[in-house]
């Protein structure tokens, strides 16, 4: 398959198409945009430009007198196109100018909210870091009344082991948070129908005007609820260490699928 490629080249100023028929050329591809310049390269470009159309303003004279119709008409062209460059050259540059402006600007707002959010997480930081000194010492304080809580469930234990006869259990002393449970029972419920006035029950068919409602009583099974036992409160809370390795200040980490709990 045969492919028509064209690009422009303007490395002498001149816009010049070029057309290929054949096979499609690498050299040929149209390149990737170039990178937005600065206003300063923007400018140099412009500077150049101008010094360029100086030069060459110059050399005219001496061209009037001594070059042919051709020469000075390729002298013009060559003038007028580096004034394109040049008007274009400024033009750019202000408006680069206008965005690098812009850009300061959104960069100095953004900075300002950065810094703003920075100063507000290190005053956040040292509050943490006492926060977590006074931690370590409730959490040990906290242990320690646990402790206490966790002698007093064995003795408690211990006595409900080896109940005399006749005794009730001893009671947790805590909040209970357990749930003892309700055995099946029979539960009598009632269905509203709708029957004939001889007492039948009535069909689809039948004339709403003639019908009559009845309750209808029935036992229904209520399945019973397991009974859930206490929980101590020495054994549910985990209070961690401090620092990646500390061991725990009370209880164990529990795993949940290889997930710390």
Do not use: C
Not at 183 to 210: F, H, M, W
């Amino acid at each position: 398959m045969h492919h028509v490629n064209i690009r422009y080249n303007n490395h002498d100023g001149n816009v010049a198409p070029f057309v290929a028929i054949g096979r499609s050329r690498p050299d040929l591809v149209q390149q990737a945009p170039l990178p937005p310049r600065t206003a300063e390269q923007i400018l140099a470009d412009r500077d150049a430009a101008q010094a360029e159309r100086e030069a060459l303003e110059a050399s005219r004279a001496d061209l009037l007198l001594t070059g042919g119709v051709n020469e000075i008409a390729t002298l013009d062209h060559r003038i007028a196109l580096t004034k394109v460059r040049q008007d274009q050259a400024e033009a750019q540059h202000a408006a680069a100018v206008i965005a690098e402006a812009r850009a300061r600007d959104e960069h100095d707002v953004e900075q300002a909210r950065r810094k703003a959010l920075r100063k507000a997480g290190l005053k956040a930081s040292a509050d943490a870091a006492k926060l977590a000194d006074r931690y370590a010492v409730m959490a040990k304080d906290m242990a320690a009344l646990l402790n206490q809580l966790r002698d007093h469930e064995r003795v408690i234990a211990e006595a409900n082991r080896n109940l005399p006869d006749d005794a009730e259990p001893v009671p947790p002393g805590e909040p209970h948070n357990g749930n003892p449970g309700t055995p099946s029972y029979l539960q009598t419920q009632y269905e509203v129908v709708r029957v004939n006035p001889d007492g039948s029950r009535a069909g689809i068919t039948n004339t709403p005007g003639k019908l009559v409602e009845k309750r209808i009583a029935k036992e229904v099974r209520i399945p019973a609820t397991p009974s859930i036992p206490h929980t101590p409160l020495s054994g549910r809370p985990y209070l961690p260490g401090l620092g990646p390795d500390a061991t725990p200040i009370w209880g164990v980490r529990q795993y949940v699928n290889g997930e710390a709990r």
